[in-house]
């Protein structure tokens, strides 16, 4: 524990000297295993530790991070997509110092990404990305060729299971299938709803081996956040749970679990001088195919 902390305080020590912005893309294989509200306590978590933090709800058109938050917005990302709005009007702030962008619902159409609208987006990132330290890119489920090109061009990749053999099968399927595009970006795994914190780390350890077994790829065990009934009554009072009761079991775990990855960046030279360039790698999958 004294070394994590010592690892965690010398990270924030180097806050003000680091300026390059990480790229986190959130992803699950399958809906409904609590991705959305991991992204939001999570950016909220790192919030909290001084860090500035731009969520992206990515869920285009069906988008719940606004509806989370408690908050109505009546810009989305949709709004830049389709009316090349600017990108400092959609962001809002939500608790603390994190910023959002909505995702947008009630879309009558299949959203697709052009040129055009591409070009537009990675423009207006770039314009903003000098005050985050973090974006964060809570993704919908399912990978279409679009979200596939994004995730592409990230730093990292965080990947959302339960214990649940499908949930399971389903994580180590899009694992599977963006590393079969793209072996260098790394994978962190995090277990929702564990029962135990014992079935939570055997899930971990099966997609670890699974991935070693047959991808021949190792990937990172973040961590193991249990099953709570305060996250209903979050979803309920549109509050995030972190704020709702800091003291409840997961909100430790989030805690835990957040601490760990900032100490575990400590050793990793990338958290200091960020590897290739998001914005270059973003360019050359969209505009330079």
Known sequence: MRDQAESLRRLLNHMNQKKAMKAIAVVSGKGGVGKSNFSLNFALTLSKRGFHVLLFDMDI?????????????STTIIDLFERHVSIEELIKKGPGNLSFIAGGTGLTKIFTMDQEKTAYFIEQLQLVSEQYDYFIFDMGAGISEDRLQLLMA????????????????????????????????????????AQTDQEGRETLQRLKNAMKRFLRREVTGLGVLPEDRIVSKAVARQTPFLLLDPSTKISRAMVELTDRYLSDQTADESSVSRPASFFTKLRQLFLER
Do not use: C, W
């Open 154 to 193: 990230v730093h990292e990749i965080f990947v959302i299971t339960t214990p649940e053999p499908t949930s399971i099968t389903d994580a180590y399927a899009a694992m599977k299938y963006i590393h079969l595009q793209e072996k260098e970006i790394p994978f962190y795994l995090v277990v929702n709803r």
């Open 61 to 73: 058109g069906m988008g719940n991070i606004d509806i989370l938050l408690g908050q109505s917005t």
